[in-house]
């Protein structure tokens, strides 16, 4: 089975500083996909990016970009010139690309963060 | 108007009572999930539904049982609940157009006393 592990309950950054929030995982497939979703205090679910495994190039989505190390099995999330709204718990997920896998997400803990204006 | 919903959003009840927790999606997904959130320990797979037909259990499905009513709705049921059932419950649907990228609702905060 799967496994995905953040192993920061907490982190912090100053206002329109950077922060990079580190997850890895475990698996023997090589075909998958790798998310973060951020959680604001509203509870919603809000995918922030997405990596797909076959993909040697880090996705980027504005402020948001990830450093995708397939052999190191590792998944971080880059946050750039960090803004309050960015303030939110973040969670690293992993799906397996098989057509079986049913679109399952397996998630981290969670990593909360907080951002110092 | 939300393309997934569930009632209610916060509920409390007793143990042994039995609660329902309603799903219901306009984004016309087969797929259907339902989730459990705890504190560091992140989202957790209840059951998943590939379509009216076909209903699995997830990793943690003990203590739980689901309804696939229809495409649209997907309804997840403590028989009898406990303390440990206190959690936030996501249901969740997925596009297997868009790489199986899911779509999550708004979340039930539920507390068993």
């Known amino acids: 089975a799967q496994t995905v592990t953040q192993s920061q309950p907490e982190m912090s950054v100053q206002e329109a500083e950077t922060v990079t929030l580190s997850c890895t995982y475990d698996t023997s497939e090589s075909d998958y996909y790798l998310f973060w979703y951020k959680q604001p205090p509203s509870r919603q679910m809000i995918l922030v990016i997405r990596q797909e495994a076959y993909k040697q190039q880090n996705a980027t989505e504005n402020r948001f970009s990830v450093n995708f190390q397939k052999a190191a099995k590792s998944f971080s999330l880059k946050i750039s010139d960090s803004q309050l709204g960015d303030a939110a718990m973040y969670f690293c997920?992993?799906?397996?690309?098989?057509?079986?896998?049913?679109?399952?997400?397996?998630f981290g803990q969670g990593t909360i963060l907080t951002v110092h204006p | 108007d939300a393309d997934v919903t569930q009632t209610p959003r916060n509920r409390i009840t007793k143990t042994g009572k039995r609660i329902m927790l309603e799903c219901s999606q306009t984004k016309g997904h087969d797929r259907m999930y339902w989730y459990r959130q705890d504190p560091g320990l992140g989202l957790r797979l209840i059951y998943y539904s590939f379509d009216v037909k076909d209903i699995n259990k997830g990793e943690i499905s003990d203590g739980y049982s689901v309804s696939r009513q229809a495409q649209a709705k997907f309804s997840l049921s403590l028989e009898s609940a406990i303390p440990n059932q206190t959690a936030l419950y996501f249901c969740?649907?997925?596009?297997?157009?868009?790489?199986?990228?899911?779509?999550f609702g708004p979340g039930t905060r539920l507390t068993v006393l």
């Open positions: 997920a992993y799906r397996s690309g098989g057509g079986t896998s049913y679109g399952k997400l397996t």
């Open positions: 969740a649907t997925s596009d297997p157009d868009r790489h199986n990228e899911q779509f």
